[in-house]
């Protein structure tokens, strides 16, 4: 099969809105998306970090940038404040250029995110 452009979905969550807290969530949830995923750095095409409205004390993305992501295109936006929902939550999507198909990508959530996509293949 061909290379296409697939994407990857991933998130966590933080206990207190620190940047170490931050980093050490963000670094784990990458570190399981290359590791369940085999990914190689020149897979990754661009990076989407979204927070919810909680996380004030560090954008996502230089957390990203921490695990070696500097040159790849980041971009960080802020979830919707939507009543009852999940709250001090990173979410993720990372696009990448693969031969893999769809149903053999791993999506990770971690920290009690799993609740947020139950409809995915662990």
């Known amino acids: 099969m061909p290379a296409a452009i697939r994407a990857?979905?991933?998130?966590?969550t933080i206990d207190e809105d620190t940047p170490e807290d931050i980093d050490e969530r963000v670094l784990a949830l990458?570190?399981?998306?290359?590791?369940?995923?085999?990914l190689q750095h020149d897979d990754l095409?661009?990076?989407i970090l979204t927070a919810t409205p909680?996380?004030?004390?560090?954008?996502?993305?230089t957390s990203a940038r921490k695990f070696g992501l500097g040159?790849?295109?980041?971009l960080c936006a802020q979830?919707?404040?939507?009543?009852?929902?999940?709250?001090?939550?990173?979410r993720v999507l990372v696009h990448l250029s693969t031969e893999?198909?769809?149903?053999?990508?791993?999506?990770?959530?971690?920290?009690?995110?799993?609740?947020?996509?139950?409809?995915l293949p662990a």
């Open 8 to 12: 990857l979905r991933g998130a966590t």
């Open 30 to 38: 990458f570190e399981a998306l290359f590791d369940r995923n085999d």
């Open 45 to 47: 095409i661009s990076v």
């Open 54 to 61: 909680d996380i004030h004390s560090q954008f996502p993305a």
């Open 71 to 74: 040159d790849v295109p980041l």
């Open 79 to 90: 979830e919707l404040d939507i009543v009852g929902a999940m709250p001090r939550c990173i």
């Open 100 to 119: 893999r198909t769809r149903a053999e990508l791993h999506h990770v959530y971690l920290e009690g995110t799993q609740s947020l996509r139950d409809d």
